[in-house]
């Protein structure tokens, strides 16, 4: 199956969105049609069930191809991811979580700045939070704070990359709970590979009370990765003045 691009020579790239999934129902299915409703279609949807014990399975599997289930034992979202690139077809891979939207033309407008960019390159986008399952009054109190603004977002659902540069790199650590893509990015840079953030808001980063700890645990993992950027910059004779925005 080929993608249906409306941008130039994008109509016969194969891009492969890769899904994890744990306890996912109430909203699984509004990522899967983000991503089947891209202007650039993929040529398929890989959702990895990570031994759910409510509805994602089966909400899943009612669904027709281009949408494939995988089921592995509960092992977390970075195996999730691994288990799915091993068995993805497309050139390119772009990661999507299960709790996360996208914006209708998010691959096709990667794959133009990835065509553009050296060849060995992973490309991100901005994202912007949104609040939903009962957080709607605190997501519109804090409308017109930072949290709630686009930004350069370095994680899951903002990453396209060539599936032969992932497979180069290495797959994501399963070591952790969080932070894979900081680390994965570590790696890339070392083996040379160049990193550009789309300026467009691409991603809807979803808000809900299940994923909230994650996102505390998450400023950890910023804190940790800000400390070795720093050093790094500073050992490099760099500016240490202009770090990267921390995660909502």
Known sequence: MTG???????????????IPAFNAEPFVRQAIDSAL????????????????????AATVAALP?????????????????????????????AFLDADDIWEPDKIERQVALLRSSPPATAVFAHA???????????????RNEWIAQPFAALFPSTMLVPRALFVDVGGFDVTGTHGEVADWLERAKAAGTTVVVHPATLVRRRIHPTNMSR?????????????????????AGGDPSNPPRPPA
Do not use: M, Y
């Open 4 to 18: 249906a691009g409306t941008g130039p020579g994008t109509d016969t790239v194969r891009v492969s969105c890769i």
């Open 37 to 56: 409703g891209q202007t650039l279609a993929p040529c398929e949807v890989i959702v990895v069930d990570d031994e759910s014990t409510d509805g994602t």
């Open 65 to 93: 191809p281009p949408v494939r289930l995988l089921r592995q034992a509960h092992a977390g979202h970075r195996a999730a991811r691994n288990l799915a690139v091993a068995a993805a077809t497309g050139e390119l891979l």
């Open 128 to 142: 912007q939070n949104f609040w939903s399952g009962g957080l709607e009054a605190q997501g519109e109190r804090l």
């Open 215 to 235: 996102s505390a645990t998450s400023r950890d993992d910023f804190l940790s990765q800000l400390q070795r950027q720093l050093a790094a910059k500073r050992r």
